[in-house]
């Protein structure tokens, strides 16, 4: 009698955990089936690039960039810059975004439209991929200059030379494209595609309400604009990019491959360009520790951290360094955009993106550093 109740409640026990296996199985395998049909989000799979913005989302182009639609064919009487970068190229939408107001100042110098300033960027890369981008996709466009805009807080952090992003469902996947697999040309992922899922979705609406939460109960600013980050999880990816900037006895050569890939793909890029007779000039944009001392007070004694070890400026050093080295010419925006910030803010509140202010200015400087070789 009491082995009979045992096997009636191992039954009772396992039926639900099969059935919750076969369901949980079953839903996995149908998400990498029907992906190609069911993914539409703002992000899409690319087989080159790991991914791309998906064409004609939310007023995006042909190739998934923030901008109209240019004819790839220019007019003979046109100037074409191509700016290839990242977020940088997103913040602001589509009219307030600095390539936007870039293209306005020179409408309003000549008098008319003369120079296409075209935005080619995508969000969550760096200058190895905007590279991948700029063969695949930017020189269809047959632009006279290329503008890389290089943001000085994380394009070194983030170089990993053997990472692809790979995004399905518009939620990402870190890979090592070294081992990439993929069946019917799509990747295989060694990840649950349902729990990464859930994952992720999870983690932004507990940081949303965390930002939205602070913006209710402290931060008069943030009433007026909103917090993009909780105020810990801003100062954590703060304190990260500063990290870099360590010079202090006890640095470690993290980032050496990582600056190398770098230096490597922008020597490609110029090559590449080079061999097609277009003009290549990199702009360096600042860190907002770099630029609200502030903000760079506020890490150096929340994480009790010793200010003598600290380069801030070493991102640019290293850059301007290699870049003076192969004749690319460079436009640092550091000492201008601290010479304004010293009277307004130029970052969205919590984020690591300019505002409407700090587009304007990157795109004065762009206008008054750019204008004489469009004149050339």
């Not at 007070?297 to 600290?310: M, P, S, V």
């Not at 969205?348 to 700090?358: C, E, P, V």
């Amino acid at each position: 009698m009491a082995a009979c109740k045992t096997s009636r409640m191992i039954r009772l026990i396992a039926f639900p955990i099969i059935i919750t296996f076969l369901s949980f199985f079953f839903l996995e395998a149908l998400m990498i089936v029907l992906e190609p049909y069911l993914s539409k989000g703002f992000y899409q799979y690319d087989p080159d690039l790991g991914f791309r913005v998906r064409a004609y989302v939310r007023e995006t182009n042909r190739f998934g960039f923030n901008d109209r639609d240019y004819p790839l064919q220019k007019a003979s009487d046109t100037f074409r810059i191509l700016v290839v970068s990242d977020s940088f190229n997103w913040a602001g939408g589509l009219e307030g975004n600095y390539t936007a107001l870039l293209e306005k100042k020179f409408e309003e110098y000549y008098g008319g439209h003369r120079v296409d300033i075209i935005n080619g960027g995508y969000p969550g890369t760096h200058t190895a991929e905007q590279l991948a981008m700029l063969k695949k996709y930017g020189l269809q466009y047959d632009p006279d200059l290329v503008f890389l805009g290089f943001f000085a807080g994380n394009d070194f952090i983030d170089a990993d030379p053997h990472r692809k992003r790979i995004i399905v469902y518009d939620t990402y996947f870190d890979i090592d494209k070294r081992y990439e697999l993929t069946l019917l040309g799509y990747p295989i992922i060694a990840k649950s595609r349902v729990l990464h899922l859930v994952k992720q979705k999870y983690k932004i609406m507990r940081e949303l309400a965390r930002a939205r939460g602070e913006t209710r109960s402290k931060d008069t600013l943030a009433k007026e604009r909103g917090g993009t980050f909780s105020e810990e999880t801003f100062l954590n990816i703060e304190r990260i990019r500063l990290g870099f900037c360590n010079v202090g006895p006890s640095r470690a050569k993290a980032f050496d491959d990582r600056i190398d890939y770098i230096l490597q793909s922008i020597s490609e890029m110029k090559a590449l360009l080079d061999s097609k007779g277009i003009q290549f000039i990199v702009g360096i944009y600042p860190d907002e520790f770099q630029v609200n001392g502030h903000l760079l007070d506020q890490l150096f004694e929340k994480f009790d951290i010793k200010r003598e070890d600290y380069d801030i400026e070493l991102m640019q050093k290293i850059l301007k360094r290699y870049l003076d080295s192969k004749g690319i010419p460079s436009i640092d925006f550091l000492d201008a955009f601290r010479e304004k910030g010293r009277e307004t803010r130029l970052y969205l509140l919590r984020d690591t993106h300019w505002n409407k202010a700090g587009h304007e200015l990157a795109a004065q400087i762009m206008f008054r550093d750019l204008l004489g070789v469009v004149k050339r």
